[in-house]
């Protein structure tokens, strides 16, 4: 059969994993408050990257409610990983710290209320893996210094890359030769927008 299956929205809809009543209470939250989080396709497709790849430290820009914190946390808790997000908002970081400790990974993540820009630019300790989620006209700014703090042969995920903020990193990674990445335009049911485009990429 090479037809496709009708309707795939509503039924890609369906084979999305139950939640806990934490992650369900986020997601509605960020539907009521219009706080753009990855929803669950995203977040498990952190967990399973951040899984695959035994990240055992992983840097977050852009934390919010601490939802997408929660994905990876869980995701690289078999090799007892690290993440730190970063988050610039007063009220959000606090928020994230709550829900990171009724989720129980508070001891695997550390929220930092701090501009991702002028942290990275400070830091020099390495990542296994790097998510980005902060303000799309930014994201090109950061690439320099997510280059240098990621292992060779660390991945960035980069969240949100169908926004026109994102033109100019989008270009330049790909003409990169020191990355090789990918784009994925996809249906991504929950997801801030629901289509939409993550940039993969591997720091060679
Ligand atoms: C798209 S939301 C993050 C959603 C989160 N990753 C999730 O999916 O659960 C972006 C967050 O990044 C924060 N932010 C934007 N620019 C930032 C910056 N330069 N430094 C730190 N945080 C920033 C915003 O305050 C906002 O909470």
Not at 73 to 102: F, H, S
Not at 131 to 160: C, M, Q, S, T
Not at 168 to 190: G, H, K, M, T
Request: glycine content about 6%; aromatic content about 8%; hydrophobic content about 45%.
């Amino acid at each position: 059969m090479t037809q496709s299956i009708d309707h795939p929205e509503e039924y890609f809809r369906k084979l999305i994993y139950p939640r806990d009543e934490l992650l369900l209470k986020l997601e509605a939250e960020a539907g009521r408050e219009h706080i753009p989080i990855v929803g669950p396709v995203v977040g498990e497709l952190l967990y399973i990257l951040a899984k695959v790849t035994g990240a055992g430290q992983i840097l977050e820009l852009g934390t919010a409610t601490g939802y997408s914190s929660i994905f990876l946390a869980r995701g690289c808790q078999a090799v007892n990983g690290k993440v730190i997000t970063l988050e610039n908002d007063l009220v959000m970081a606090e928020r994230a710290k709550g829900n990171i400790r009724a989720a129980g990974v508070e001891k695997s993540v550390e929220v930092v209320l701090v501009d991702a820009l002028a942290a990275i630019a400070e830091m020099s300790r390495r990542f296994d893996l790097v998510f980005i989620d902060i303000e799309k006209d930014d994201y090109i700014r950061a690439l320099p210094h997510i280059y240098r703090l990621l292992r060779p042969g660390g991945l960035l995920v980069a969240d949100n890359v169908s926004y026109k903020g994102a033109d100019s990193f989008n270009r330049a990674i790909f003409a990169d030769p020191r990355w090789r990445s990918v784009n994925l335009y996809a249906f991504l049911p929950q997801h801030s927008p629901e289509k939409d485009a993550l940039c993969l990429a591997v720091r060679l």
